[in-house]
Structure formats: C-alpha cells, structure tokens
C-alpha cells in the first residue's frame, strides 16, 4: 500500500502491521533534480553529482531510520515537488510513507509535516533534515524515545547553529514563526520560541549538516575514519554505503587526473595554488617552470608538486612540456596565480571522465569573478574569439580560460602546434574543426595572489597577445581548411 499524506486525497495510515503508536520519523527532503538538488555544494561538485549525492544522503538517512525499532518508530519523507514519487520510492524502504510538503517558507513546511503526521494518528512526529547521511542511529533512537515521553520539544543541534531534527507530539505553531532559516541563530530563537511557551525541552547531541564546501570536506574526513571533533566518543558511528559509494567513485575519478601548471615567476602563489589543487584530490599537480628567475620552482615542490623544467620560454611550450611529463588518463590545465578557482576542477573533468563531452572549458566571463580580476582586453579577447569560432565552425565560446580539460589521448591527436600564447585558441579551433563534443561551464575567477601578469596585467603585453591571438586565428583557420 502506498502511504500519501497531505494531497488532495483521504490522508492513508501507516501499513498493515505498524501500531499507531509508534513515533513518526520522517526526512524531510526534495526529490534530487539536477540543477534543483544541493546547489551549495557546487563547487566543488556538479549539479550531477549535487542531485547523486542528494539521493544517497536520502537513501542513507532511510535506511538508518529503518533500523529503529519497528516498535517505535515508522519511517516517512516528507517531500516536494509534487509528482516526484516514484523517484523518490526509489530511493527508501518499502514500508515509508509520503507526506507532501506544504506552501510558505520552512516554518510553514516543517509546521505543516509535522501537523500531516500527527494527524494520521501518531502520538509523535520527528523531522531530520536530508543533509545528514551519517546521523547515528543512537540520537534517532533517543528523540523517538524522548517525543514519546509527552509534550516537549526534542532537537538535535547542529554544528551550523541550526538542527538536524525537531520531534514533537503536538503541532505548536509557534516554534516555527519569525525565524530566520538558514541562519546560526535558528537553534537559540528556537529555544526562546519554547521557553516563551514554557515548553520543556530536550537537547540532544549535536551533529552536523552537508550543505556547503566546507561541510562537504567534513563528510569527506568522516568517510575516510577520521570522525568529527563534535561526535559524542560514546556514541557509535553510523555508516552511510551510498555516500561512501559515491566518494569513493569520485575520488577514483580524480585520481585519474593531471593538473599542468605552466609558470614563469610565481613564486609569491605557487605553494598555495599547489596546496589548493592536491586538497582536490587529483592524482597529480604538474609545475612548469618555464624559465623562471625566482624561487617558483622550489616552492612548487616543497608545496607537492612535480616540478618539469621547460627553460625555453613560451606558454604552448611549457603546456606541451606539462602534457608530455603527465601521466594521468586526463589532463587539466590551470594559471599558476591563484586567479583559477581549484573548487571547479571537478567540475570541469567530470564530463569528460563520465564521456558526454571530450573538451570542457570554464569560461570566466560566465561565472563569478573577482572585480578587476580580468582586463577590459581579456574580455573583449574571449568575445571576439567566441564570434570567429562560431561563424567559422558553429561552436559557441566566451572565453579563452586556461582551466580546461581533455583526455590525454584525444589532447595528443589534436597535433597541437602553438608555442607561445595562441596555444589556448589553436587548442578551441582544433577541437572545433575536429567535430568533437564541447562544453563551457562557468567558473568563479579572483584576482592574482601575487606577482605581475605576464599579459593581462599591463597593456603593451596584452596588445602583443591580442596581436597574436588574431594571427593564430586567421593562419588555422586557413590550415585547417586545407587539411
């Protein structure tokens, strides 16, 4: 039997074979969509991979609520959009019921779920937030238990200033008004609402939210043994497969690629960028030195790099230098100023690791960027480059970004040529003129950490570039043609 609550049918109780006196624990979610599901965790994650890990985070949650005791506890989701259903049975337990979220902001939702599921005839209902793959079963067990007990608000803090759950066995309205969601100060108001009502109020331990980088890179610590700071030692800690699963694939994904950094005189951000770009968790970071005259080369390397001299200057040549010395399935390139974001490496490398496309740009001009992180010349490079590719071949770019990524093997077909500064249009002609699969992301964009620009940074340079960029263009375009 299908359990829905709260459609525009007669409310279904819990299944054959569930007592109406077990506690309601319900997710309270929405069913992943790509573009639509756990948007904050991208960076450093696709809206792909955002919606996949939203469903394991849901499945996980499920399958641990389906661990309580069956004498205690029933398990629900409470879920938009409406229609979503058959997606969302796919991801819990046979015997959960669904209960359709409400209108208004959260307030509105939670006080309309928690009313939903109290009105289908238990004496209590819980509400967990779906961030939380790895909530231990022992704080679920306690807030069935502690809502069961009587009138009370039963919340597990998390480490954001917000909470995991709520429970209780009445529908107090209250609670939920005035209260800036998504904000550190929900769990104190929250408290104040039931103080005001002279509620009691039972606190639980704390656990934490996935919904940003950050706590993105908690899960991630969590998953490899290393259990948060937060964590009750006494309590034991609660597995999440699909989670792992889908880290443990990604981390596998960006073992396969090398980052090449071509450089010349960066010795001010290297350490940095390089510490930045291994946090990623790609397999290996590639420093050119392309004839510098400072300490670049020997910060690189203290920071984990590998270090590839190329001492005739060129950035083509430092690139081809970087790509011959790699040995990842797949090559990314990216500026050794810190102006390139290394949150967007997945991003950029993921179609290509799962084959929907064979070249995938960041295109700076479509994402965020830093005031002043790119010259007026920069941006009016990337257009014009952007009009001639699309008039000659059809393709359609902003930008000539130097984070961008290939198969090594599809890199090494391309027969790139280009020494100097048109390495990164010959790169975005051959792969036009070759028919294969393009993609442009926007990617956020800051400005240098330090040292000067070797281009965009004073106007004579950018001039020679500009010049060059233009000549490259019209020379290819003509090769091309002929071959």
């Given at each position: 039997?299908?359990r829905?609550?709260?459609?525009t049918?007669?409310?279904?109780?819990?299944?054959?074979?569930?007592?109406?006196g077990?506690?309601?624990?319900?997710?309270?979610?929405?069913t992943?969509?790509?573009?639509?599901?756990?948007?904050?965790?991208?960076?450093?994650?696709?809206?792909?991979?955002?919606?996949?890990?939203?469903?394991c985070?849901?499945?996980?949650?499920?399958?641990?609520i389906?661990g309580?005791?069956?004498?205690?506890?029933?398990?629900?989701?409470?879920y938009?959009p409406?229609g979503?259903?058959?997606?969302?049975?796919?991801?819990?337990?046979?015997?959960?019921?669904l209960?359709l979220?409400?209108?208004?902001?959260?307030?509105?939702?939670?006080?309309?779920?928690?009313?939903?599921l109290?009105a289908?005839?238990?004496?209590?209902?819980?509400?967990?937030?779906?961030?939380?793959?790895?909530?231990?079963?022992?704080?679920?067990?306690?807030?069935v238990?502690?809502?069961?007990?009587?009138?009370?608000?039963?919340?597990c803090?998390?480490?954001d200033?917000?909470?995991?759950?709520?429970?209780l066995?009445?529908?107090?309205?209250?609670?939920?008004?005035?209260?800036?969601?998504?904000?550190?100060?929900?769990?104190?108001?929250?408290?104040?609402?039931?103080?005001?009502?002279?509620?009691?109020?039972?606190?639980?331990d704390?656990?934490?939210?996935?919904?940003?980088?950050s706590?993105?890179?908690?899960l991630?610590?969590?998953?490899?043994?290393?259990?948060p700071?937060f964590?009750?030692?006494?309590?034991?800690?609660?597995d999440?497969?699909?989670?792992?699963r889908?880290?443990?694939?990604?981390?596998?994904?960006?073992?396969?690629?090398?980052?090449?950094?071509?450089?010349?005189?960066?010795?001010?951000?290297?350490?940095?960028v390089?510490?930045?770009?291994?946090?990623?968790?790609?397999?290996?970071?590639?420093?050119?030195?392309?004839?510098?005259?400072?300490?670049?080369?020997?910060?690189a390397?203290?920071?984990?790099a590998?270090?590839v001299?190329?001492?005739?200057?060129?950035?083509?040549r430092a690139?081809?230098?970087?790509?011959?010395a790699?040995?990842?399935?797949?090559?990314?390139f990216?500026?050794?100023d810190?102006?390139?974001?290394?949150?967007?490496?997945?991003?950029?490398?993921?179609?290509?690791?799962?084959?929907?496309?064979?070249?995938?740009?960041?295109?700076?001009?479509?994402?965020k960027?830093e005031?002043r992180?790119?010259?007026?010349q920069?941006?009016l490079?990337?257009?014009?480059?952007?009009?001639?590719?699309?008039?000659?071949?059809?393709?359609?770019f902003?930008?000539?970004?130097?984070?961008?990524?290939?198969?090594?093997d599809?890199?090494?077909?391309?027969g790139?040529?280009?020494?100097?500064y048109?390495?990164?249009?010959?790169?975005?002609?051959?792969?036009?003129a070759?028919?294969l699969r393009?993609?442009?992301?926007?990617?956020?964009?800051?400005?240098?950490?330090?040292?000067?620009?070797?281009?965009?940074?004073?106007?004579?340079?950018?001039?020679?570039a500009?010049?060059k960029?233009?000549?490259?263009?019209?020379?290819?375009?003509?090769?091309?043609?002929?071959?």
């Amino acid at each position: 039997m299908d359990r829905t609550i709260g459609k525009t049918v007669p409310a279904q109780g819990p299944e054959k074979g569930q007592p109406m006196g077990t506690v309601a624990v319900a997710i309270i979610c929405k069913t992943p969509i790509p573009g639509k599901s756990k948007t904050r965790l991208s960076p450093p994650l696709r809206p792909a991979e955002c919606a996949a890990i939203s469903a394991c985070f849901i499945q996980d949650l499920a399958s641990t609520i389906g661990g309580l005791d069956p004498a205690t506890a029933a398990g629900y989701a409470v879920y938009t959009p409406e229609g979503s259903e058959a997606a969302l049975r796919r991801l819990l337990p046979g015997k959960f019921g669904l209960v359709l979220q409400g209108e208004g902001d959260l307030g509105d939702r939670l006080h309309k779920g928690i009313t939903d599921l109290l009105a289908a005839g238990h004496p209590g209902a819980i509400l967990v937030n779906s961030d939380s793959p790895t909530l231990p079963r022992a704080i679920l067990q306690a807030a069935v238990d502690a809502t069961a007990a009587g009138d009370r608000v039963v919340l597990c803090p998390a480490v954001d200033g917000g909470y995991t759950l709520i429970g209780l066995s009445q529908a107090h309205r209250h609670l939920f008004d005035d209260i800036p969601w998504s904000t550190d100060v929900v769990f104190r108001l929250t408290l104040e609402r039931a103080k005001e009502m002279d509620l009691p109020v039972v606190v639980l331990d704390p656990w934490y939210d996935i919904d940003d980088a950050s706590s993105y890179a908690t899960l991630e610590a969590e998953m490899a043994g290393k259990r948060p700071a937060f964590a009750n030692p006494a309590t034991p800690p609660q597995d999440a497969p699909a989670t792992r699963r889908f880290l443990a694939h990604r981390r596998a994904t960006l073992s396969d690629v090398s980052i090449v950094i071509p450089c010349l005189n960066e010795e001010e951000p290297i350490a940095e960028v390089v510490r930045e770009v291994l946090a990623q968790g790609v397999g290996e970071v590639i420093v050119v030195d392309n004839g510098s005259t400072d300490r670049t080369a020997e910060l690189a390397a203290a920071a984990g790099a590998r270090v590839v001299s190329q001492p005739v200057r060129g950035y083509g040549r430092a690139c081809a230098s970087g790509v011959a010395a790699a040995n990842g399935d797949i090559i990314c390139f990216m500026d050794g100023d810190g102006s390139d974001v290394p949150d967007f490496i997945a991003a950029v490398v993921g179609p290509i690791a799962d084959g929907t496309a064979d070249f995938v740009m960041g295109s700076r001009i479509r994402g965020k960027r830093e005031p002043r992180s790119m010259t007026p010349q920069q941006v009016l490079a990337g257009k014009l480059a952007g009009a001639l590719l699309r008039a000659t071949y059809g393709v359609r770019f902003t930008d000539m970004s130097p984070l961008r990524a290939m198969r090594a093997d599809r890199l090494a077909a391309l027969g790139m040529r280009e020494e100097t500064y048109g390495w990164n249009l010959e790169m975005q002609m051959r792969v036009a003129a070759g028919g294969l699969r393009c993609l442009e992301i926007p990617v956020d964009h800051r400005c240098r950490r330090g040292g000067e620009s070797k281009v965009s940074g004073n106007l004579v340079a950018g001039m020679k570039a500009g010049y060059k960029i233009t000549t490259t263009f019209l020379r290819l375009a003509l090769a091309l043609r002929k071959s």
